[in-house]
Antibody
Framework: EVQLVESGGGVVQPGGSLRLSCAAS????????MTWVRQAPGKGLEWVAN????????YYVDSVKGRFTISRDNAKNSLYLQMNSLSVEDTAVYYC??????????????WGQGTLVTVSS | DIQMTQSPSSLSASVGDRVTITCRAS??????LNWYHQKPGKAPKLLIY???SLQSGVPSRFSGSGSGTDFTLTISSLQPEDFATYYC????????FGQGTKVEI
């Protein structure tokens, strides 16, 4: 059974940093693109970042470029999101999701339960 | 960047109704279009991928069509469990979502 479990969320002050983790199981993690998606309270889904199977390609939404870094450790079946210079606009539930297994990013077919990040003074 | 625009933003429907939601991309995305729905407090669930392919385990009352810039999600006979918010997503580049369509009674 495919499982994705996020952790690392919490309350942080504006300008602070946080590192989210996503533990994957039930599939060959190293064969899939992975994605972070967020959802601000009462708002829609926002794609945040994608990372290729070997970590050689990474893509970000403009609003987080230069502040967030997506990474992965295939030996640990884990996905990460390092978030720096956080602002109140980054307050959201952050989901990790499995993406495609080929050269294209593809569909997000499995999702974690999400972890809440609250940026507040 | 590719922008995704859904319509309508919300709709009211009854059990048994045929429901159609549209999604337009700001440039051609071929068939790299996915549909999800989300219930309050839950993670999104994939319904349709590659514009018209039904995800495993999803009821056949859901169908998708379109290519290029214009896409449609159709629910042939709305069921009580289908009241949710629906999102389209392009996977041609990155993964931009539409703003969502809330389907309510």
């Amino acid at each position: 059974e495919v499982q994705l479990v996020e952790s690392g969320g919490g309350v942080v002050q504006p300008g602070g940093s946080l590192r989210l983790s996503c533990a994957a199981s039930g599939f060959t993690f190293s064969s899939y693109w992975m994605t972070w998606v967020r959802q601000a309270p009462g708002k829609g889904l926002e794609w945040v970042a994608n990372i290729k199977q070997d970590g050689s390609e990474k893509y970000y939404v403009d609003s987080v470029k230069g502040r967030f870094t997506i990474s992965r450790d295939n030996a640990k079946n884990s996905l990460y999101l390092q978030m720096n210079s956080l602002s109140v606009e980054d307050t959201a539930v952050y989901y990790c999701a499995r993406a495609g297994s080929g050269t294209m990013i593809g569909k997000n077919d499995y999702w974690g339960q999400g972890t809440l990040v609250t940026v507040s003074s | 960047d590719i922008q995704m625009t859904q319509s309508p933003s919300s709709l009211s429907a009854s059990v048994g109704d045929r429901v159609t939601i549209t999604c337009r991309a700001s440039q051609s995305i071929s068939s790299y279009l996915n549909w999800y729905h989300q219930k309050p407090g839950k993670a999104p669930k994939l319904l349709i991928y590659a514009a018209s392919s039904l995800q495993s385990g999803v009821p056949s009352r859901f169908s998708g069509s379109g290519s290029g810039t214009d896409f449609t999600l159709t629910i042939s006979s709305l069921q009580p469990e289908d009241f949710a918010t629906y999102y389209c997503q392009q996977s041609y580049t990155t993964g931009t979502f539409g703003q969502g369509t809330k389907v309510e009674i």
